[in-house]
């Protein structure tokens, strides 16, 4: 009995398996299924409804200076992942949403689109303004005032000894990150009459001594022009930031998500935009690109709360470090990394870093310090640790040096002259030096994978495409490119080569025979060869989908 | 039996998928998966709430730090003079008197060698569209253990003995800026200094191996008036310098309103030179001191009122206080390197001497030492350090100091 038991339990047991692997299977593929298509109908998306539920509930997060420091010198907050950016839709794009509006990156802008930047004001006079309270953080002097319609504006004055440069690269930097397509507040050049100046009743500021909240005497406003550089007019030339819409929440982070914001779904350090900043933040000597430098603004229509994310104080990009010219060691190293540190402490100080041998030109003060001929953008760094920028990958990096590659000469030359630096040779520099670290930036970053965008799939099986490093003159044209065309069963996410191999010395080719009778979707995977770009060889793949009359891109992957 | 097995399998895994199926509610569209997303985390949402470390952090940087600068009352934290030990007490200070022209400091401190200070002093910094200083004092200083090993450079290192020092003083001093780099000025100074036993029970105290002969002044109580006169050029860059200068020379007349016999002229020297290299992220400081006096025939320089050498600040290879004398040379020159930002470390030497007569103010025959420090230091200043001195007659040297050396 026992053992004709256990004989039919064996027979049982192998039955039960198969049952069982069928049913695990079967649920395995419905789980598969429930995964959903790699491409959905509506893919690629252009806009990420990032506003869908009310966020009224959250809560301020401002980090302190030394809070954020710490954190990101110290601890490795957030995701290191070597994982493409998850908010990116499926062509390899960022749509728009709460962080960034696709702006040169995707349609032609003017030039005077660009330097109009999110200006609603063409100009701004401060006749009838009135000083409304202090400003209590950030270390660039300065005081709020408001206009005759209660708009509040921010107002900052530059260092004695570098007039004009911090104001400079504020008007600079804002008009760039907003091109590129990040939120910025708007900001403006303009001149006050110290003596004209007249106090609200309203006005406070928190003590600079004891922290404390009071109202604002005249001597606080001594105490920022005592710090401030004077025309020779007897005025100062100020920065005039009109104050974003909505209630300040303080910062956003680079990592993570806000527990707080059912729209945040995407950790910070894995989005495509904030990645990528590293990239723009080279090219502007951005080394300030950390959390306690954005804002988040909580905006509300027809009882609907959201968050707006804004790039925020661009006074310490280029040669400025905001109350003086830039340190020699700004966009080099972080502020503390341990190895230089003590390879100088047991040698005496003779080691030396190479950045403590960048020559700096003789330039007018207002530009304070960069230069471009030392300028390696792979080796860019900001002030500390960046959890978003230390998630880039090559394929971000290939976005974000594509969108700096749109900046044209003329643009540069615009957006400098949109400063108004008194003297021309400071222009001129920074246009020159612009326009020469863009060059660096896209070389670096456009070459990292194959440069092939903009495929075109006719109905007919012509391929045409663009290549991005030769458009921006990033790199000479190459010895050709491979193509590997293959079928694609968008439900299993699988792909099934057709045809063998094809190398072809021009950006143009054509589909296998027979590939696109059948299916609806296609794809090509292309490599190319180039001398000095071994990164050419990282292949970029296309996926199209059956459209009416052709093929439409529907997909694109890098560097896989 | 075994289909009694395999129907409910089967049954289970067609649940499970119907399951699966339902639970994921397959969106069409790429816009309705990531709605799902969204509704999913709009079920969790969570209040953000801060760590421990970040209301820390917070405190740290948004409250405690106005406890030391702060306004009102405050910690008076540091030291009151060389050799007084880490002193602690309590401050009130308001810095924008009278509509923000003044500044008012009241302190009191007591030391862990219980030396003991309290000092009121007005200031007004930026009169005259900062073209003029003027400040005035009031302070009463008790020092119950300085340090005394006989006068002249053959000291010796054996007689060391203390004394107390307790001392009133009254004064104001004005200053004009021609230019913002450029200070001059004068001022008056009352000053009562009385001398007592040491109170360091370690060492004897200054009477039992000096006498008035060895250490002028000793036994006597009298009160001074102090004229002053001084120049400063300081264009250092910045104020904790990587390149610049700071030149000061002060003349400083104390007349004895007691006795007449202690009246004497003293004249400062300090010149100190910063040359940066390497993005001033090394710098060579170098600083030469000279103090000389002069008495007239009939008078005698109290040895209180002497320059000293030796100490944190000077001979770091020596004790405080070690050489005293009516004439005083000092050299010192450090190279200083950036290890971090915020964090450098200095290799020194000290060179110098006091001397009987200023005839033998000279660099012959100089006491020298050298050493390794390390400082914590802001644009503006050296906040922490720790100098070790070595390579001296007087052995080895640990110094533990809130503020820098020059």
Not at chain 1, 184 to 195: C, K, L, T, Y
Not at chain 1, 424 to 452: F, G, M, Q, S
Not at chain 1, 527 to 546: I, N, V
Not at chain 2, 153 to 170: H, M, N, V
Request: with cysteine.
């Amino acid at each position: 009995m026992a053992s004709t038991s256990i004989s039919f339990s064996a027979a049982s047991f192998k039955r039960s398996r198969t049952v069982a692997a069928v049913a695990v299977g079967l649920w395995i593929g419905s789980v598969a299924w429930s995964a959903g298509p790699r491409f959905y109908p509506d893919d690629p998306v252009w806009s990420d409804d990032d506003r869908a539920f009310d966020a009224s509930k959250v809560v301020v997060i401002e980090d302190t200076g030394g809070y954020d420091f710490v954190v990101n010198t110290f601890s490795d907050p957030g995701e290191r992942r070597d994982v493409r950016a998850l908010n990116v839709n499926t062509v390899d794009e960022v749509p728009d949403s709460s962080w960034f509006t696709n702006r040169i990156g995707r349609r032609q802008m003017s030039v005077a689109e660009v330097v109009k930047g999110p200006d609603t004001l063409d100009q701004v006079s401060l006749d009838g303004w009135i000083v409304s309270g202090g400003k209590s953080t950030g270390v660039q002097p300065g005081f709020r005032m408001t206009d005759p319609s209660g708009q509040v504006y921010q107002i900052e004055v530059d260092p004695p000894s570098n007039p004009e440069l911090a104001s400079g690269v504020e008007i600079i930097g804002t008009a760039f990150y907003h091109a590129i397509g990040y939120h910025v507040v708007e900001v403006h050049p303009a001149e006050i009459d110290r003596a004209a100046l007249v106090i609200s009743e309203q006005a406070t500021i928190r003590d600079p001594l004891n922290g404390r909240r009071r109202r604002l005497k005249k001597y606080d406003l001594d105490n920022v022009f005592e710090q401030a550089a004077r025309l020779s007019n007897g005025r100062y030339r100020v920065l005039v930031s009109r104050f974003a819409p909505g209630k300040p929440l303080g910062n956003f982070r680079y990592y993570r998500t806000r527990p707080d914001d059912p729209n945040d779904i995407v950790p910070h350090e894995h989005r495509r935009e904030l990645r990528g900043a590293r990239v723009f933040g080279a090219w502007l000597n951005h080394d300030d690109s950390r959390g306690i430098n954005s804002l988040d603004m909580l905006e509300t229509a027809d009882g609907w709360a959201w968050i707006k994310h804004y790039m925020f104080d661009f006074g310490s990009i280029l040669g400025s470090s905001t109350i003086a010219a830039q340190v020699h060691r700004a966009g080099n190293e972080y502020i503390f990394e341990q190895r230089p540190g003590w390879l100088t402490l047991i040698t005496f100080g003779l080691y030396t870093r190479p950045w403590m041998h960048i020559d700096y030109p003789d330039v007018p003060p207002s530009v304070g310090r960069i230069e471009s001929a030392a300028f390696d953008p792979l080796k860019w760094k900001p002030e500390y640790p960046n959890s978003a920028f230390d998630n880039m990958r090559a394929d971000d990096a290939f976005w974000a040096a594509r969108i700096v590659a749109r900046f044209t000469d003329e643009m540069i030359a615009a957006v400098v002259k949109k400063a108004q630096y008194s003297d021309p040779k400071a222009t001129e520099y920074l246009t020159k030096v612009l326009i020469a670290r863009r060059d660096k930036v896209t070389a670096a970053w456009l070459n990292h994978v194959c440069p092939v965008v903009d495929p075109v799939l006719a109905g007919d099986g012509a391929l045409t495409f663009a290549n991005a490093a030769v458009a921006a003159r990033a790199a000479t044209e190459g010895e050709g490119y491979q193509l590997q065309w293959f079928r694609f069963d968008n439900a299993a996410n699988t792909r099934t080569p057709v045809g063998d191999a094809q190398t072809v010395p021009a950006a143009a080719s054509r589909a296998p025979a027979g590939l696109l009778e059948s299916g609806e979707y296609v794809g090509v995977t292309v490599t190319a060869k180039h001398a000095t770009h071994p990164g050419w060889s990282r292949a970029s793949t296309f996926f199209f989908r059956r459209g009416g009359s052709g093929w439409t891109l529907v997909g694109v992957e890098r560097g896989s | 039996m075994s289909r009694r097995r395999v129907v409910p399998i089967l049954t289970l895994s067609v649940l499970l998928c119907a399951a699966s199926a339902s639970f994921a509610q397959e969106p069409a569209t790429r816009a309705e998966a990531d709605r799902q997303q969204r509704e999913e985390k709009n079920r969790e949402v969570q209040p953000y709430k801060q760590s421990g470390f970040e209301k820390a952090m917070h405190f740290v940087e948004e409250k405690a730090i106005f406890i030391i600068g702060r306004e009102g009352f405050y910690p008076k934290l540091g030291s009151l003079t060389t050799g007084s030990g880490f002193a602690y007490g309590v401050g009130f200070r308001d810095r924008d008197l009278l509509n923000n022209n003044g500044e008012l400091d009241l302190w009191a401190a007591t030391s862990i060698r219980q030396y003991w200070a309290t000092e009121a002093r007005l200031t007004f910094p930026k009169l005259a569209n900062n073209h003029l200083l003027v400040e005035t004092w009031a302070a009463h200083r008790d020092y119950p253990e300085e340090k005394f090993f006989g006068l002249g450079p053959d000291s010796a290192r054996d007689d060391i003995t203390s004394y107390a020092i307790r001392s009133d003083l009254f004064g104001a001093r004005a200053g004009v800026r021609p230019f913002p780099l450029l200070l001059a000025g004068g001022g008056l100074e009352y000053l009562n200094p009385r001398l007592g036993e040491g109170q360091d029970s370690r060492v004897p105290s200054i009477e039992d191996l000096f006498d008035p002969t060895t250490a002028p002044g000793l036994g006597e109580s009298v009160d001074y008036l102090r004229t002053m006169a001084f120049v400063e050029l300081d264009y250092r860059e910045p104020k904790n310098a990587r390149k610049g200068g700071w030149y000061r020379v002060n003349f400083s007349h104390y007349d004895d309103r007691t006795t007449g016999l202690y009246t004497f002229n003293r004249v400062d020297t300090d010149l100190r030179q910063f040359v940066g290299f390497l993005a001033g992220r090394r710098v060579i400081a170098a600083r030469l001191f000279i103090s000389t006096s002069n008495t007239d025939d009939e008078h005698v320089m109290p040895f209180y009122g002497m320059p000293t050498l030796g100490g944190h600040d000077t001979l770091r290879g020596f004790r405080e206080y070690r050489f005293r004398g009516p004439h005083a040379i000092l050299v010192q020159g450090e190279y200083r390197w950036e290890i971090w930002s915020g964090f450098d470390a200095a290799l020194f030497y000290d060179a110098g001497k006091v001397a009987n007569t200023r005839s033998d103010l000279d660099f012959e025959n100089l006491e020298t030492d050298y050493g390794i420090g390390f400082r914590f230091n802001t644009n503006e200043a050296i906040v922490f350090r720790v100098d070790a001195g070595f390579g001296s007659r007087d052995g080895k040297h640990l110094y533990i100091v809130f503020g820098g050396v020059f």
